[in-house]
């Protein structure tokens, strides 16, 4: 866990164009969204990060900027020290073997009309990973590694149950050896108890292989369960990034806090007042000033004009937010009801 | 019985397909009292959507759905032809669906959603259509109920310009403006996010209080099912596992089942080393374990679990369906 | 998959007729006992009878057999230029909708171009500058249906392209080229076949027409067109030449139709199936 990080992301913007061409230079509102809004963040070898948000706060877009499935539109994204945000693709080959990812639903990230072996064959193959005679092997044994038998190499994805699936998911991606490994809410979609045995998969690849691991979420427990840092993502900028244990005990941004409190945490629960709901979907016209204005209990004039920059508050513990401070000294009184009337300004 | 709303006895669902019919739901009794918030608790495949789906007739066509009674509010809907069924259905009994955007029709507004809300139930509440515009007022009011102050406005809105989580209060609104007797929710925050989650179903809490309808409530998330419901049912594989009070359950579980659900809810929010999990897969519908269907995954299994098993009384006033229980009927 | 096809009655009785239509021009062709060009003018336009079950034309040849062998002409020609079409206007298409831009724009507006002509007018403005004759025939049928499967492969390769297990294909590092063969292909080739077999059936209309205005094959080469081009001159007095062989092109058609109608039922909703 010394040493340079294996992942930096360097004011990574991501914008999505929505009108093209002629409609877009006739229009007069905003032809882009931005999914992305200059996030820095960096990842450590052998760490499992967790990045949490709501839909909407940019992580899954995040997760595919590096992966190059979207392309930056600014910022830089450096891979072990080389800044991948506008390789090539020839260029990029030879590192995606280093870099894979398991989607949150497992039925559509596997070819319907491949079996679960083509599936578990096809990387291999193609980095030639091991020689062509052994694949038959190499498929067997990768899905002994994610608790499948032997009888499963046959099967479609169609006849799999959702578990079953993100194993054959996580196999595939595991087959390559990476590096790093994006899981982009990989256990949302299943149930209860076959979450506990994918959580546990994780674990215990993570800390064989010592793999380093992004896991996007918009569930915190599970986040905690799995992460030894956590980011926390609102409306696509960073808000608070710091050690799992620290970023629970003592939240310090108002969005962080309030997250906290609707999960049943004690420590934000007492002192947060209860968050104003968004009335309408924002847009990039209310891309001024700190994201989180129009739902913040405790803002400040200030914080309408400019973005808050991070502020360290302790080790690896940053926050983007002017009033932190305060929020560490809310009393246990606060509990002012904030009304939806003064949330929402729009026409 | 009046102390009951809705009386389900032995209801048998099963699908038709070309070659199989594939039973989902096999002898699943259960009350919903007046009144009262009866949760369903299970994961994919335990046959949650489907029971509650059949007693609203929402099922496709090749659904075979039996029952012994299904007594609601005075009538045996078992006995109702789908011509007597219907009026019922989206007046006194109504259904919130897992997907907001979904519910909507994407190209008409709020508003025109309300005006034919309270045109189908223009017979029973009179007052909407008595003035020219006392329907709107009234689902102003009823939308300020749900948590939106800017009701007028939002009536003039198209779904796409809201979100999510003002979807499912809007939903809400729309339900209560028809006072139904029954309402169904079937895993209403599931597609939103943690905090409008918790907004939401603080909306239920409060409401509960206030109408006098009664909830059916799927959900497979425990800690929901703790803050909503009465009582509460866990299936399994198309079986009642168990049934009793909410506080019971979710703090002594007897089956299993329940047991391990409850347990790993409760570990993935402590910070546990490893979380335990229940081995095995959920049976494939055409393969069913002889006896109690959990069997191959229960620690307990032992002599006599290969046998049929049947909901049993506890002095406790639990059912259950497990042999380590003893029956005092 | 062969179940759900053998229960539709529409495709199975498709398949009947086409596999019926297929062994009479093949090898019942060889079978027949009189040649399709062979003359005699001792048996001119005679009615239908057992000797000549279609009646003779006006050089004495024996309708049917001509008729079989213009079947077989006619539906090589239509199955050779839709083929054609198909590999053509599927490469056309996946590539243009999963690379993009100016290359998506310039092609798949020349495929509007090409669509916007009535196909029998486009066909017909071919042939006069190309030229006459079995092979150019080929050629405007192909032309006339490139566009069709370009439009088809464009919009089927860009719900796919979205998928996640494209997306994961992307992300494992597979060359694009690989990725539409291997990924996007194999998903979006059913709706391609039954599109396919259902041309087929057009395609043989328009070479009948272009053969029926004495632009396709040309004579004494028997196909479709020409016999009834032939049967409509003298239609008063022989009425039979035209009548038999426009049956038998709605016979072979109906097969075709029949087919291709069914594996469209088979192929649509069944697209998702998850076995729980």
Known sequence: MTGAPLVDILNLVVRFRTRRGLDAALSRTPTFVTAVDDVSLAIKRGEILGLVGESGSGKTTLGKAILRLVEPSSGEIRFDGENIAHLSERRLRPLRRKVQTIFQDPLSSLNPRHRVSDALATPLRLHRVVESAQVDQKVDSVLERVGLSPVFRDRYPHELSGGQLQRVAIGRALTLNPDFLIADEAVSKLDVSVRAQILNLFKDIQESTGMSMLFITHDLHVARYLCTRIGVMYFGKLVEVGPTEELFRQPLHPYTRALLATIGEDAAQASQPLLAEEAFNPTEDDRIGCRFYKRCPIHQPRCAECHPPFDAAGPGHQVACYEWKDTAKISKHRAARVTADRRVGHP | MSENLLEVRNLRISFQLRDASIPVVEGVDFDVRHGEVLGIIGESGSGKTVTCMSILRLLPANAVVRAERIWFDGEDLARCSDDEFEPLRGRRLAMIFQDPVGSFNPVKTIGWHFYHVSRRVAHERPELFSRRDAWRKEAVAVLARVGIPHGRQILRQYPHQMSGGMLQRALVALVLQLRPVLIVADEPTTNLDNIVEHQIIELFRGLKNDIHSSFLFITHNMSVAAKLCDRIAVMYAGQIAEMGTAVEILTRPKHPYSQGLVRTSAEIMRRVDRLQEIPGELPNWRSLPEGCRFRPRCAFARQGCEREQSLRLTSDGREVRCLLYEDVR | ?276
């Open chain 3, 1 to 276: 998959m062969w179940r759900d096809f053998r229960s539709s009655s529409t495709a199975m009785g498709g398949l009947a007729i086409t596999l019926l239509v297929l062994a009479a021009v093949t090898v019942g062709a060889e079978l027949m006992s009189y040649s399709p060009t062979g003359m005699s003018f001792t048996t001119v336009l005679r009615p239908p009878s057992w000797a000549h079950l279609f009646g003779t034309d006006s050089y004495g040849r024996d309708v049917f057999t001509r008729v079989l062998y213009g079947a077989r002409v006619s539906l090589l020609i239509s199955g050779c230029g839709v083929g054609l079409a198909l590999m053509l206007g599927s490469l056309i298409g996946m590539t243009a909708a999963y690379f993009g831009r100016l290359y998506d724009l310039l092609v798949m507006r020349l495929m509007d171009l090409l669509f916007a002509f009535p196909a029998f007018v486009l066909a017909l403005f071919l042939m006069v500058i190309i030229g006459f004759g079995v092979v150019n025939v080929t050629i405007a049928i192909a032309l006339v249906y490139v566009p069709i499967f370009a439009r088809l492969a464009h919009s089927m390769t860009l719900a796919v392209r979205e998928e996640a297990y494209v997306q994961a294909a992307r992300a494992m590092g597979q060359p694009p080229l690989r990725l539409l063969a291997r990924e996007i292909l194999p998903n979006i080739a059913a709706p391609l076949m039954v599109q396919a077999s259902i041309g087929v059936a057009f395609g043989v209309i328009i070479e009948a027409g272009l053969s029926f205005l004495g632009l396709g094959v040309q004579p004494p080469t028997p196909s479709l067109g020409t016999i009834m081009a032939d049967g409509q001159e003298y239609f008063r007095r022989a009425p039979w030449v035209l009548t038999m062989s426009g049956l038998a092109v709605c016979f072979a058609l109906l097969g075709l139709n029949l087919l291709g109608d069914g594996l469209r039922d088979l192929v649509d909703p069944r697209l998702r199936k998850r076995a729980t």
